[in-house]
C-alpha cells in the first residue's frame, strides 16, 4: 500500500499497538492516481490522490473504528450514520 511517510508511520504504529489486529493485507485501497480514483468514481478532491487515505476492511477496520483518530485516521461518516459520504464504513483520511 502507498501512503505518504506519516500515514505510513503512523498506521504501523497501529499494527503494532493493537497486537496484529490491524494488518496490511486488510488494506483494499491506499494512493491511487487520478484515472483510477475517477475509474472507481473517488471524489474529485479525494485524499487517496495523495496517499492520506486508505479503504480497509476486516478485523483491522473493526479496531480501527475505535482507535484510529489517536493515530491521525478519521473515518468518514456514511449516510446511513448521519454523514454525506456516500461509500463504504471503512473510508479513513489521514490527517
Known amino acids: 500500500a502507498v501512503m505518504t511517510q506519516e500515514a505510513a508511520t503512523?498506521?504501523?504504529r497501529m499494527v503494532q499497538d493493537s497486537g496484529g489486529i490491524?494488518?496490511?493485507k486488510d488494506i483494499e485501497s491506499a494512493q491511487r492516481s487520478e484515472s483510477k480514483n475517477r475509474a472507481v468514481g473517488g471524489a474529485v478532491r479525494s485524499n487517496h490522490l495523495t496517499g492520506n487515505a486508505i479503504d480497509i476492511h476486516g478485523p483491522s477496520k473493526e479496531?480501527?473504528?475505535k482507535h484510529a483518530h489517536k493515530y491521525g485516521f478519521h473515518r468518514l461518516k456514511t449516510?446511513?450514520?448521519s454523514g454525506t459520504y456516500k461509500g463504504h464504513d471503512?473510508?479513513?483520511d489521514f490527517y
Do not use: N, R, S
Open 63 to 65: 479496531w480501527m473504528k
Open 10 to 12: 503512523a498506521f504501523d
Open 22 to 24: 490491524v494488518t496490511y
Open 79 to 81: 449516510e446511513a450514520e
Open 90 to 92: 471503512g473510508h479513513f
